[in-house]
């Protein structure tokens, strides 16, 4: 499935038609771009493409492949620069092929070595380390630093007996246990960090590729064990070596190290780079640098620099946090202390990997250990961006969720919604909208979202951005009060009317009657009132957040997938509204006249509101339309009588006082003595009014009529107008099946009762069913 967070091999840009990273020449396709803005500019910034880590031989994607060859090749057979582009990644496979004959006797040789590498022991620790690290073989891991620390100590043994002999001035036993742990630290280090010729990766980068969380936990606890515990060990250690060289260098026959002074964290990488190619160059034979040359004697780093520590060249330069694909080997180096903000090369960190390589949990992981969301590459792109270029849905609205600031543009002025639609995602699109992204926008060349999506053909795209727009704006109208004011302001104006002009000719037309309608019509109309305000601030049961974080909802496979945006674990029936940006229990609809979902927890008190406002519509609309055929009289009697008295004080009189000034104006009154205009304009109050009641009681009794056909079914409108997206409303044959319908009333009962299940984190209150959180997520039915 796309977008999911486990899966996604192929899903990378190279699976991609080439024509939407290419530019559009202006050939048959008009130009919908605005004139001057360069019609055959590119949609997509090329940089993308090159730069995907998902076309790196470093990507996580690669394992795969890497893994169905590792049986024959224990290590990854490509060294193409992750950051070249295509042209250079060609010249490099060319390069390969060149070089046949070795590549094949190479790997030759290793596959009689790892063979025999059942018999660890005859082969160097820092081989035996490696191809441990690509099986995940624990044993053999292990085997290879104890081989390591006993040859270590065994070789201090004999540095002290040498001392003994030789120099007058005698080591205290302290100082040749601390000694011992020195050239120990300094053997494992080197056996932990030095690098595989071809992608230059340590240990640490194997096993954190090829998702070994226990070697991963191994390695680390080995470094924990034996490395300088911080920078001041690390440098009195480096100070030991450097006089201890000193005394033993008459003893050093053959003296190839290199006397560099390590300078930080970077001392690693560096020396790697520097000494690599010509170490192996000349010593093609093993590719696993078994002496690990390039160290200067006494450079061993500390935990940190361990665990940050760089692999590939000087064009790729990820950590192991970059190259995790499990949330088991992630976690474990970032509560180490792995610093989570390093960059590569090209300005990625962690975050981008994991967006780019649509791992929800990853991301997640690194967001709640304090990641920026918001960090920026070198091309200004930041995980959201890479998300979207990689079509990873889930991952770039997980983003989204945790804040993602939409508004944020690469180098090439593009905001991820651009992204979205000049590569056709049209269900992205939309949502990007929804939760905000700046539809206006526009690019380096001048073009918003919408005018990309036209130029690439994407029309699904385009009408889905105005969707998105335009539901946007119904909801912002909605919650800055608009629908507020318009029911208010209808429901006042119509009663007020129909108070003043039509009650009054309800017979038998006397003033107490009247007065009498008139108080059982404002009772009416402010229960009304109070009923729409309650269906309006009534939670309609939304899902509580959840108190666990999304890599932990996502590692649990008994759950549903947990909404993206809101982080909840959703359940059964219960949908994300992108209006009110929660998820809601059994959730029918978003209605925008109230400002708010209707679901579990209003869902009964908003069937009230929709009984209450329809028999108003209907009585209001009845009563003119009445007077308007003629079966009640257009003047009511009591008037008629006070203007033939013509007298002020006998109307004032005749009326009861709280009613008075509902009394019709002196013109209204006129019209007893048959004036045109007046008949007129009392003819149009009431055909106003029926008018009024027409327009807003037709739509809500046929919403009523369709509430009580699905309540009486025990479906809800969600679920009736996406049937086939809900995977519990099928049979295995998938035909339509109902497994909610207790009958009629039941459902009913049920319905009204509205009970939202309380929350229990650690069991599901409902039967999960894994559903899709991508379908339920979308927008498609905001009542009218
Ligand atoms: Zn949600
Ligand atoms: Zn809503």
Redo the contacts with the bound molecule.
């Keep these: 499935m796309r977008g999911a967070p486990s899966t996604g091999n192929g899903d990378g840009a190279s699976d991609r038609p080439p024509t939407e990273l290419t530019p559009l020449i202006g050939g048959s396709a008009p130009p919908a771009s605005p004139p001057g803005a360069g019609a055959v500019a590119p949609l997509l910034s090329p940089s993308y493409a090159a730069a995907s880590p998902s076309s790196s031989p470093f990507s996580p994607f690669n394992t795969a492949k890497i893994r169905s060859n590792s049986e024959n090749e224990e290590l990854p057979a490509t060294s193409s620069p992750r950051a070249g582009n295509l042209a250079t990644m060609l010249s490099h496979h060319d390069e390969e092929d060149d070089a046949p004959a070795v590549d094949a006797a190479e790997s030759d040789e290793e596959d009689r070595d790892s063979q025999q590498s059942q018999y660890a022991y005859f082969a160097s620790p820092a081989k035996v380390l490696g191809s441990a690290c690509v099986k995940g073989d624990y044993f053999q891991a292990q085997s290879a630093v104890e081989m390591t620390v006993s040859k270590a100590t065994a070789a201090a043994a004999r540095l002290h007996a040498l001392d003994d002999d030789g120099d007058e001035q005698k080591a205290t036993d302290r100082e040749v246990a601390r000694e011992t742990r020195r050239q120990v630290a300094d053997s494992v280090f080197r056996l932990l960090t030095v690098h595989e010729a071809r992608h230059q990766m340590n240990a640490l980068h194997l096993a954190v590729l090829y998702d070994h969380p226990t070697v991963v936990a191994y390695l680390i606890s080995v470094a924990r064990k034996y490395f300088p515990r911080d920078e001041e060990e690390a440098a009195a250690f480096q100070q030991n070596a450097e006089k201890k060289r000193h005394i033993h260098i008459h003893r050093q026959s053959e003296d190839h190290m290199h006397h560099v002074h390590s300078n930080g964290n970077g001392s690693c990488v560096g020396h790697g780079e520097e000494h690599q190619g010509q170490e192996h160059g000349s010593d093609a034979g093993s590719s696993v640098g078994s002496e690990a040359p390039h160290y200067p004697d006494g450079s061993c780093g500390t935990l940190q620099e361990f665990l940050d520590s760089r692999c590939g060249d000087s064009k790729h330069q990820a950590t192991a946090l970059m190259l995790c694909t499990s949330v088991a080997c992630a976690a474990a180096l970032v509560d180490e202390g792995a610093t989570l903000d390093d960059i590569n090369s090209s300005g990625m960190t962690a975050l981008h990997y994991a967006a780019s390589t649509g791992n929800a949990a990853f991301v997640s992981l690194l967001v709640h250990r304090g990641a920026d969301v918001n960090q920026t590459d070198s091309r200004g792109a930041t995980a959201l961006h890479w998300a979207v270029f990689e079509g990873f849905q889930y991952t770039a609205m997980l983003l989204v969720g945790y804040g993602a600031d939409q508004s944020i543009c690469d180098s090439e002025k593009q905001t991820p919604l651009m992204i979205a639609s000049a590569l056709g995602d049209a269900f992205l699109a939309k949502q990007l909208v929804v939760e905000g992204a700046p539809a206006n926008a526009k690019d380096k060349h001048g073009r918003t979202a919408l005018d990309i999506a036209r130029q690439g053909a994407h029309f699904d795209t385009a009408s889905a951005v105005k969707a998105g727009a335009s539901d946007r704006l119904v909801a912002w109208a909605s919650r800055n009060g608009a629908s507020t004011l318009f029911f208010f302001g209808m429901v006042g104006s119509t009663a007020t009317l129909s108070l003043i002009f039509a009650v009054p000719c309800l017979p038998p037309q006397n003033p107490s009657d009247t007065t009498r309608y008139q108080a059982m019509g404002l009772v009416f109309l402010a229960y009304t009132c109070v009923l729409y305000v309650y269906v309006c601030l009534k939670d309609?049961g939304y899902v509580p957040r959840s108190t666990r974080p999304a890599y932990e909802l996502l590692a649990d496979e008994s759950n549903a997938i947990p909404c993206p945006t809101c982080v909840t674990r959703k359940p059964l029936r219960s949908k994300h509204?992108s209006?009110?940006r929660r998820c809601?229990h059994r959730f029918d609809h978003?209605c925008p006249w109230i400002n708010?979902?209707v679901g579990l927890g209003n869902h009964r008190s908003f069937l009230f509101f929709l009984v209450t406002l329809s028999s108003f519509c209907l009585v209001i609309g009845a009563l003119s339309l009445s007077i308007l055929l003629g079966h009640l009289p257009l003047y009511p009697v009591g008037f008629r009588a006070s203007s033939n008295a013509s007298d002020a004080g006998n109307v004032a009189a005749t009326v009861p006082w709280p009613w008075r000034w509902l009394q019709p104006p002196e013109w209204a009154q006129v019209g007893v003595t048959t004036s045109e205009p007046s008949t007129l304009l009392l003819q149009g109050i009431h055909a106003v009014l029926v008018l009024c009641a027409v327009v807003f009681g037709l739509p809500t009794t046929m919403l009523l009529a369709l509430q009580l056909r699905n309540v009486s079914r025990n479906l809800t409108t969600n679920e009736v107008f996406n049937k086939d997206k809900y995977p519990y409303l099928k049979t295995p044959l998938d035909e339509f099946y109902n497994p909610f319908d207790r009958g009629c009333l039941r459902n009913f009962i049920e319905v009204c009762r509205g009970e939202i299940p309380a929350e229990d984190e650690d069991e599901g209150d409902v039967d999960e069913v894994a559903s899709s959180a991508l379908q339920e997520h979308d927008v498609d039915n905001i009542s009218r």
């Design positions: 309609p509204c209006a009110c809601v978003h708010n979902c």
